[in-house]
């Protein structure tokens, strides 16, 4: 037990396409209606069926919007996309641009610049929505104060650059608490 208690109903390697049917085929449980719903959805978006980010978008608001319509009385707590890099040094804004072609580099891309317009427009909507919060943590970055040439994930805190680990998780989950401390009643 943890200070606050939650049903975790993540599926690895999940879309926001996915989800969105599960949530409208009756996959989402109906029991009783939770205060806040935690949604983290939108990186296999990128990493496993290549989307822009103006698909990630669309397909995470479209969960977001069912999730008010089946669950009104919910505040919904919108992580932004994690960071995640191919860099095999962990620097998230090196690699080649999406879109650009090159014949000799089969260099994968950098998402940065993607994940970062995708969570700026998640925020602006989260603004401009009652019950809808916006939640980004740093947690991950070596240090977030620097420029982007060399922002770098914590290897400590993603060895894949993708998932976090235990230590990680143990992080994210602190900030994470700060945010529900706010949003839920202490009894």
């Excluded at 205060?35 to 995470?60: P, Q």
């Excluded at 999730?67 to 620097?91: K, M, Q």
């Excluded at 014949?103 to 993607?114: E, G, Q």
């Amino acid at each position: 037990g943890g200070q606050f208690e939650g049903l975790a109903l993540g599926i690895s390697g999940d879309t926001s396409p996915n989800l969105l049917w599960r949530i409208q085929n009756g996959e989402l449980p109906t029991a009783h209606t939770p205060s806040i719903i935690w949604l983290l959805i939108g990186t296999n978006d990128f990493g496993n069926t290549w989307c822009s980010a103006e698909v990630v978008v669309i397909g995470i608001l479209r969960v977001v919007e069912e999730l008010r319509l089946r669950l009104p009385d919910s505040t919904i707590v919108v992580n932004g996309l994690l960071p995640r890099t191919f860099n095999r040094n962990g620097y998230v804004a090196r690699g080649r641009k999406r879109g650009m072609i090159r014949r000799a580099s089969p260099a994968m891309p950098s998402l940065w610049d993607d994940i970062e317009a995708v969570n700026d427009e998640l925020k602006r909507y989260c603004q401009n929505h009652e019950k809808v919060e916006y939640f980004e943590t740093k947690v991950f970055f070596k240090d977030a104060s620097v420029d982007e040439e060399h922002l770098k994930i914590d290897k400590k805190l993603m060895s894949d650059f993708l998932h976090p680990t235990a230590k990680g998780y143990k992080l994210w989950g602190e900030d994470m608490n700060t945010t529900l401390s706010k949003l839920i009643p202490q009894r």
